[in-house]
Nanobody, 123 residues
Framework: QVQLVESGGGLVPAGGSLRLSCAAS????????MGWFRQAPGKEREFVGT????????NYADSVKDRFSISRDNAKNTAYLQMSTVKSEDTAVYYC????????????????WGQGTQVTVSS
């Protein structure tokens, strides 16, 4: 049974930093590209970024480029989302997702999802 469990969310002041983690089990982690998505209140879930199976390649939504960074540790079966210089519009539930092999930017392309972790940016 595949499980993705996000952690690290919470309340962070505007301009601050936060690191989210996504712990995976039940799959061969290094065979899966990982993605991060978010859903703000009243909005559709949107793509944040994605990382390739061994972490060599990433890409990001324009809204977070140069502020957020995705990494992974295959030995720990964990992916990370480092959030820096956060803004109020980054307030959302953040989800990690996994798909076999290659990166993708749309929800429907991901096979497994976590339950999400809330990030709230205070102004």
């Amino acid at each position: 049974q595949v499980q993705l469990v996000e952690s690290g969310g919470g309340l962070v002041p505007a301009g601050g930093s936060l690191r989210l983690s996504c712990a995976a089990s039940g799959l061969i982690f290094s065979n899966y590209a990982m993605g991060w998505f978010r859903q703000a209140p009243g909005k559709e879930r949107e793509f944040v970024g994605t990382i390739s199976t061994y972490g060599r390649n990433t890409n990001y939504a324009d809204s977070v480029k140069d502020r957020f960074s995705i990494s992974r540790d295959n030995a720990k079966n964990t992916a990370y989302l480092q959030m820096s210089t956060v803004k109020s519009e980054d307030t959302a539930v953040y989800y990690c997702a996994a798909r076999p092999s290659t990166r993708a930017t749309t929800e429907s392309q991901y096979r497994y999802w976590g339950q999400g972790t809330q990030v709230t940016v205070s102004s």
